[in-house]
């Protein structure tokens, strides 16, 4: 289950959809009805939270976000721009360093994609989203 506060527009997610994962875009958050309108890419519906799941911060996540993978001596950079995140062990996201410019932040837990956009939308003011490939 997702924290209604943690999410907004552009966020990506799972929802559970009688009884099927779907990853799905937030489109919109109600806060008053406590429900959150999702685009699954065929049809856009209103979830509860508890029908939302958070999708887990690993390499496969941020390739398709657009990130590039670099190998350096203090472990896996990825690079998208000047935005960098760091894993010190390859395939452990439990403690990344993330940083755009003079805006450093470490975290000693894992992270969701949905936290890393909305990291990456108040230190870069714009929204991360998967690149449009032709």
Same mark, same amino acid.
């Given at each position: +289950?997702?924290?209604?506060?943690?999410?907004?527009?552009?966020?990506?997610?799972?929802?559970?959809?009688?009884?099927?994962?779907?990853? %799905?875009?937030?489109?919109?958050?109600?806060?008053?009805?406590?429900?959150?309108?999702?685009? *699954?890419?065929?049809?856009?519906?209103?979830?509860?939270?508890?029908?939302?799941? &958070?999708? &887990?911060?690993?390499?496969?996540?941020?390739?398709?976000?657009?990130?590039?993978?670099?190998?350096?001596?203090? %472990?896996?950079?990825?690079?998208?721009?000047?935005?960098?995140?760091?894993?010190?062990?390859? %395939?452990?996201?439990?403690?990344?360093? +993330?940083?755009?410019?003079?805006?450093?932040?470490?975290?000693? +837990?894992?992270?969701?994609?949905?936290?890393?956009? *909305?990291?990456? !939308?108040?230190?870069?003011?714009?929204? !991360?989203?998967?690149?449009?490939?032709?």
């Amino acid at each position: +289950m997702v924290k209604l506060t943690d999410l907004k527009p552009g966020d990506f997610v799972r929802v559970k959809d009688e009884g099927v994962e779907r990853e %799905g875009i937030v489109t919109d958050v109600d806060r008053e009805d406590d429900m959150v309108c999702i685009d *699954n890419g065929v049809q856009e519906f209103w979830f509860t939270p508890d029908q939302i799941l &958070p999708v &887990p911060l690993n390499e496969d996540e941020l390739l398709k976000l657009g990130f590039e993978r670099q190998e350096v001596p203090e %472990g896996i950079k990825y690079l998208r721009g000047p935005f960098r995140v760091l894993t010190p062990k390859p %395939g452990d996201f439990s403690h990344l360093e +993330m940083w755009y410019r003079e805006d450093k932040r470490h975290f000693d +837990m894992p992270l969701y994609v949905h936290e890393l956009q *909305n990291h990456y !939308l108040q230190m870069t003011k714009v929204p !991360l989203e998967k690149p449009i490939i032709h």
